[in-house]
């Protein structure tokens, strides 16, 4: 069944739509972004993200609900008990998305140089976001055949 | 430098960010599902997405002027002449992230089936969206290492 035969059924049951309507807004992104970055902070992710602090707490308690993040107290000398946030495997699973974002952006959107540099820890060399196959190759659209289910 | 040490030229030209600005939109990202699946007219645009027609004519124009779609002529007998919106290569270079966005959804949103099956043209087995580096190993968040230009 080709894909401009999809059901109700097929459209509404999207997971592109559904991932969108989880985790597609550009706070979100940018939270997931820092938790990648290595930020855990609640203050660090309102610095980084440049966000209303009402506005990433929101966020940041919507992706835990979700199962993105999980909380842990800390406490600084002095100061009271707060949360750091730690990605969940389910979290961490959102790399290639968020890779696949930035590697686009570098290639279509960046004028001389672009400021982040993701590499493979044992050999250096960079990163990329592919479509593989059990063959192996890097596939391009051309490569790839989509179906759908009737229901 | 860490990425927590990002001086402010970093931030402002983060290509996530900027990604999701040019389409990050859902109701864009959804028009770029479309096209992925073979959809190129308005009316199939309207249909598949179910968006506004006024959104979708506007987010259509938005996605041609960043040069992701070309417009190209056709006439049904009887009708008047409308446009085709055929995927440039900077377009098709999306497809990793919609697939990536339709690969998490599929394992974390979805309850009982999936209702598009995305398989390597040549053996038909499931594409993957997977990091690589020059190894050919698929990485995972501890494999790589990301790194933050000064400016």
């Known amino acids: 069944m080709s894909a401009m035969d999809r059901s109700p059924w097929a459209l509404e049951h999207c997971s592109i739509a559904m991932t969108m309507d989880a985790i597609g ?19 660090d992710f309102v610095r980084f993200t440049q966000g209303a602090e009402a506005n990433v707490a929101a966020r940041l308690k ?9 909380k842990h107290p800390y406490r600084e000398h002095g100061k009271r008990t707060r949360d750091e946030y730690m990605l969940t ?11 696949a974002l930035m590697q686009w952006g570098d290639k279509y959107l960046q ?8 590499t493979e820890r044992t050999t250096g060399d960079p990163v990329r976001i592919v479509a593989r196959g059990s063959s192996g190759a890097d596939l391009g659209v051309g490569d790839i055949t989509i179906a759908v289910s009737g229901e």
């Open 25 to 43: 807004l550009r706070s979100s992104v940018l939270i997931l972004r820092e938790a990648f970055y290595g930020v855990t902070r609640f203050d």
């Open 62 to 70: 919507h992706l835990t609900t979700l199962g993105l993040f999980t």
């Open 89 to 99: 495997d389910k979290g961490k699973d959102l790399m290639p998305v968020l890779l």
């Open 111 to 118: 004028e001389g140089g672009t400021p982040v540099r993701v």
